[in-house]
């Protein structure tokens, strides 16, 4: 399995905290990404991160920001948590996105803002 | 935009029965799809992947997946189910997912 490890697990927090997760990778992959998870929706990209310091927005960025100062860790931030952001937070990495290389994911962060 | 589809929310299979999961996909040029499988608490695991040459590949566990261009199709196949398969399965096109279809396997 690939070594992606994401921090914490589980948390429970209450509206208008701020908020962030961590995803560590021990595979010195290049790319890393962030993900939720909703029913219904599947798993839509939040951000993504193409090297140190460099990053782009997904399709739900609005409300979340990201910084990636070392290759191996990627973090995400709720500046302001709202209920509409509890959900299951996925990070994966992959080496390129080139010539369809596939991406590895970790297993998630359960968000609860009350 | 974009987009990939997958139709079936939630399907039922009798274990020893055969399997299709379906999905679509909007793209111009040819796509990068990828079949991931996700069990309860887990993150996901690739099952398989296309990008060029043989439109049937191979997977993991027995899953094959077939890419038709005409139809904008990459079905994923088993040909008889296993009570472990019971998870969802998501089809991808590089970053962008489908719903996902939830399996359940009845014994």
């Known amino acids: 399995d690939a070594g992606i490890t994401q921090s914490p697990r589980h948390k429970v927090t209450e509206t208008g905290t701020p908020v962030t997760l961590r995803c560590h990778q021990t595979?010195?992959?290049?790319?890393m990404y962030w993900y939720r998870q909703d029913p219904g929706h599947g798993l839509r990209l939040i951000h993504y991160?193409?090297?140190?310091?460099?990053?782009d927005k997904g399709e739900v960025s609005d409300g979340y920001s990201v910084s990636r100062s070392k290759t191996e860790d990627f973090l995400l931030t709720l500046e302001s948590a709202t209920s509409s952001q509890t959900s299951v937070y996925f990070c994966a990495i992959s080496e390129s996105t080139l010539v369809g290389q596939p991406q590895h994911f970790g297993d998630g962060t359960r968000l609860s803002i009350l | 935009a974009q987009s990939v589809t997958q139709p079936d929310i939630h399907i039922t299979v009798s274990e020893g029965a055969s399997l299709e999961l379906r999905c679509n996909y909007s793209?111009?040029?040819?796509?990068?799809l990828f079949w991931y499988v996700q069990s309860p608490g887990q993150g996901l695991q690739l099952l398989l992947k296309?990008?060029?040459?043989?439109?049937l590949v191979q997977g993991i566990k027995g899953f094959e997946a077939e890419f038709k261009r005409s139809q904008s199709s990459f079905n994923l196949r088993k040909p008889s189910v296993h009570w472990s398969d019971a998870a969802e399965y998501f089809c991808a096109n590089d970053m962008r997912f489908g719903a996902g279809t939830r399996l359940t396997v009845k014994p």
């Open positions: 595979e010195n992959h290049r790319y």
């Open positions: 296309y990008f060029s040459g043989d439109t």
């Open positions: 793209y111009g040029a040819t796509p990068y």
């Open positions: 991160s193409y090297g140190v310091k460099d990053t």
